[in-house]
């Protein structure tokens, strides 16, 4: 039934600046973005091996988490896990759960963006496996 990440969806009250933010951290501009014309109230990045696609969408359209008490955290495999959480925390992130030991080759943390969405990062040795890493 689930076949595979298609798209990740952020939220943000001001989606140039997470636009901004996001192509600062990730190295790449976002190759959608809508409207085309004045200020954007969608962008999307296609990042990594498999250009995994992450969106930011301005929080008024996400009638989805209104009144919602619970959520998910997707995490994104890194390398150097370290490496990655301090790159982020230096743009501005926060740490929410530090990186973590979680079975022999696999590790996790989570962070904050300045925009409060949460990001999970994993060193994952299935996803470095099936990349041929």
């Known amino acids: 039934m689930l076949r595979g990440l298609a798209t990740v969806t952020l939220l943000a009250d001001d989606v140039p600046a997470a636009a901004r933010w996001y192509a ?6 976002p190759y959608f973005t809508r409207p085309v014309e004045g200020p954007p109230a969608y962008v999307e990045f296609r990042i990594g091996d498999d250009e ?3 969106g930011i969408i301005d929080a008024r359209y996400a009638t ?9 955290v997707v995490h994104w495999h890194v390398d150097d896990l370290p490496a990655a959480v301090q790159r982020l925390e230096t743009a501005g992130a926060t740490v929410v759960s530090p ?14 963006d300045p925009f409060g969405n949460l990001l999970g990062l994993i060193t994952s040795p299935h996803w470095a496996s099936a990349h041929g890493g």
């Open 24 to 29: 600062g951290v990730l190295d790449v501009e």
């Open 64 to 72: 989805w988490a209104a009144g919602q008490s619970a959520g998910v």
């Open 99 to 112: 990186p973590t030991v979680r079975g022999e080759g696999w590790t996790t943390a989570v962070i904050a």
């Open 52 to 54: 995994d696609e992450l």
